[in-house]
């Protein structure tokens, strides 16, 4: 059972890795790649394709107005599409308050990211001890749920604010830029049930002290 169990926590363990990375690299990314658009520029005068960013597109109608012809390379054939993505100039944050607010976004991930990996080890190491329904336990399940949905959120609201800035120089008539894969679903709805997981747990920690109490 405990072999199981701690092959399931090692998953989790490592999808929780990914997604602070994830979102982390989305504060960093810009920062990084603006440096190394610069230097790029510098020494070759050529624009770095780590300056772009990949913004979803989601066309106004499905008409032959807004569609572009591809040619099959084999057939030689031309056929209509309708492009879903677009790689567009990662515009830097305004001004020294921008960046400022970027690197205590990407602070405040690191230190919840932190906080949530030392919680879910200790919850771990708990599950092992057999000291299941403890509130220490509930504790960390709060804790690591409410970190999870904050992490997400800010994730969500810098990526949606680099999109913005980015669609202020772009307008592509006959599309709208897409919005839904700037939200961080996943790390909200792992956070979520984390909670849902952690208010189970005082449930049967309020059962087990009312049933001793009634012994």
């Known amino acids: 059972?405990?072999?199981?169990?701690?092959?399931?926590?090692?998953?989790?363990?490592?999808v929780i890795i990914v997604d602070i990375i994830m979102a982390t690299d989305v504060m960093f990314s810009g920062i990084i790649?603006?440096?190394?658009?610069?230097?790029?520029?510098?020494?070759?005068?050529?624009?770095?394709?780590?300056?772009?960013?990949?913004?979803?597109?989601?066309?106004?109608?499905?008409t032959w107005r807004n569609a572009i012809t591809i040619t099959d390379s084999a057939t030689h054939k031309s056929y209509k599409a309708w492009p879903t993505q677009?790689?567009?100039?990662?515009?830097?944050?305004?001004?020294?308050?921008?960046?400022?607010?970027?690197?205590?976004?990407?602070?405040?991930?690191?230190?919840?990211?932190?906080?949530?990996?030392?919680?879910f080890?200790?919850?771990?190491?708990?599950?092992?001890?057999?000291?299941?329904f403890t509130r220490k336990n509930t504790k960390y399940l709060k804790r690591i749920g409410w970190c999870m949905i904050i992490i997400g959120l800010l994730s969500t609201i810098k990526y949606c604010?680099?999109?913005?800035?980015?669609?202020?120089?772009?307008?592509?008539?006959g599309y709208t830029i897409g919005y839904s894969d700037a939200i961080y679903t996943g790390t909200i709805l792992?956070?979520?049930?984390?909670?849902?997981?952690?208010?189970?747990?005082?449930?049967?920690?309020?059962?087990?002290e009312e049933q001793e109490l009634t012994i």
Not at 1 to 14: E, H, P, S, V
Not at 192 to 200: D, R
């Open 1 to 14: 059972m405990k072999t199981k169990l701690n092959i399931f926590c090692l998953l989790i363990f490592a």
């Open 33 to 62: 790649s603006g440096y190394n658009s610069a230097q790029h520029s510098k020494e070759a005068n050529v624009e770095s394709v780590d300056a772009y960013r990949v913004v979803s597109l989601v066309p106004n109608e499905i």
């Open 86 to 119: 677009i790689n567009l100039p990662a515009e830097p944050s305004s001004g020294i308050s921008g960046r400022i607010a970027s690197v205590i976004i990407g602070i405040a991930l690191l230190v919840l990211g932190i906080i949530t990996l030392v919680s």
């Open 121 to 132: 080890i200790r919850f771990v190491l708990n599950i092992n001890r057999n000291n299941i």
């Open 161 to 173: 604010n680099d999109l913005y800035a980015a669609t202020q120089t772009f307008s592509l008539t």
């Open 190 to 208: 792992f956070g979520l049930f984390s909670l849902v997981i952690a208010e189970s747990f005082s449930i049967g920690l309020k059962m087990k």
